[in-house]
Nanobody
Framework: QVQYVESGGGLVQSGGSLKLSCVASGFTFWSYAMSWYRQPQGKDREWIATISLGGGVPNYAASVEGRFTISRDNTKNTAYLEMNNLQSDDTAIYYC????????WGQGTQVIVSS
């Protein structure tokens, strides 16, 4: 059974930083690209970043490019999202997911950025 456990969210002031973690299980972690998504309250979930199997060149949504960094540790079945210069628009619940697997979502981790 595919499972994701996201953590690391919290309340941070505008301009601050957070690092999120996603521990995955139930599938061969190293053989899937991993992505992060976020869902602001009352809005649809949106994609924000993807990292390839071996951690090659990542892709980012324009809204986070230059501020967020996605990474992974295949020995720990864990994906990370380092977020810098956080702004109020980054307030959302953050989720991770493996690309190509049927939709399965963890509980997410809440990020709140205060201005």
């Amino acid at each position: 059974q595919v499972q994701y456990v996201e953590s690391g969210g919290g309340l941070v002031q505008s301009g601050g930083s957070l690092k999120l973690s996603c521990v995955a299980s139930g599938f061969t972690f190293w053989s899937y690209a991993m992505s992060w998504y976020r869902q602001p309250q009352g809005k649809d979930r949106e994609w924000i970043a993807t990292i390839s199997l071996g951690g090659g060149v990542p892709n980012y949504a324009a809204s986070v490019e230059g501020r967020f960094t996605i990474s992974r540790d295949n020995t720990k079945n864990t994906a990370y999202l380092e977020m810098n210069n956080l702004q109020s628009d980054d307030t959302a619940i953050y989720y991770c997911s493996a690309d190509g697997l049927p939709d399965s979502w963890g509980q997410g981790t809440q990020v709140i950025v205060s201005s």
